[in-house]
């Protein structure tokens, strides 16, 4: 069981048809006109799926959050946790606060962040876990989930750093890391499906 966080495309992100995300895309592009801010247009199209190519990125949501959410806690405030770990939507452009909008079915506003304010809590929190640098960088096909699996079928002394102490935490501190690090870079958003 869990969800997926992965990055769409134009296509999906404009699109009409059932799981497009074309409502949002138009809603958020409305919100985005009213605070006086260009619309997000620039998506970039879809592409192959190349594993290790950096292009797509994907990976599972499984593990137990207790440790991370603990994590946060630590070391970010509450309004700092919810823009990290609270979104339903990331999108690529920096956003000076949150923007909640009608995503899900369920009569409740979902929220949009933008990575560039994701990426800072995330770092932080990498930082003050160690977290290695042999983490993958890309995540097209659940290389993060498969890196953080391995590890945790090895024995536990050749683990080093703060970061092995909760390997589900780190996990959660990685995604988050990288999600922003992607849709920076492609200029996409992300999404939970």
């Given at each position: 069981?869990?969800?997926y966080l992965v990055?769409?495309?134009a296509e999906?992100?404009?699109g ?6 074309g409502?949002v ?14 619309p ?13 190519s ?6 599972k949501m ?8 603990a994590?946060?806690?630590t070391?970010?405030?509450r309004e700092?946790?919810?823009?990290l770990?609270?979104w339903?939507v990331l999108?690529p452009?920096?956003?000076?606060e949150?923007i909640?909008?009608?995503i899900?079915a369920?009569?409740h ?16 929190l ?6 290695p ?9 659940l290389d993060?989930?498969r890196?953080?699996r391995?590890?945790s079928?090895e024995?536990?002394?050749?683990r080093t750093?703060?970061w092995?102490?909760?390997?589900d935490?780190a996990?959660?501190?990685a995604?988050f890391l990288?999600a922003?690090?992607?849709?920076i ?9």
């Open positions: 069981m869990g969800v990055s769409i495309g999906e992100w404009f009409d048809e059932e799981g497009g995300w409502e895309a138009s809603t958020l592009n409305a919100e985005l006109g009213r605070r006086g801010m260009p997000y247009l620039d998506v970039p199209a879809e592409t192959d799926f190349a594993p290790g950096g292009q797509a990125f994907e990976e499984a593990p137990l959050m207790t440790g991370f959410l994590l946060c806690e070391h970010l405030s700092e946790t919810e823009t770990c609270g339903t999108v452009f920096s956003l000076h949150e909640w909008l009608p899900d369920d009569n506003d979902s929220m949009v962040a933008g990575a560039p304010q994701v990426l800072p809590l995330a770092e932080r990498a930082a003050a876990i160690d977290l640098s042999d983490v993958p960088a890309t995540c097209d096909n993060l989930s890196w953080f391995d590890r079928k024995p536990a002394a050749p750093g703060a092995s102490k909760d390997l935490a996990f959660y501190v995604v990288r922003a690090q992607h849709s870079r492609r200029g996409c958003p992300m999404v939970y499906s």
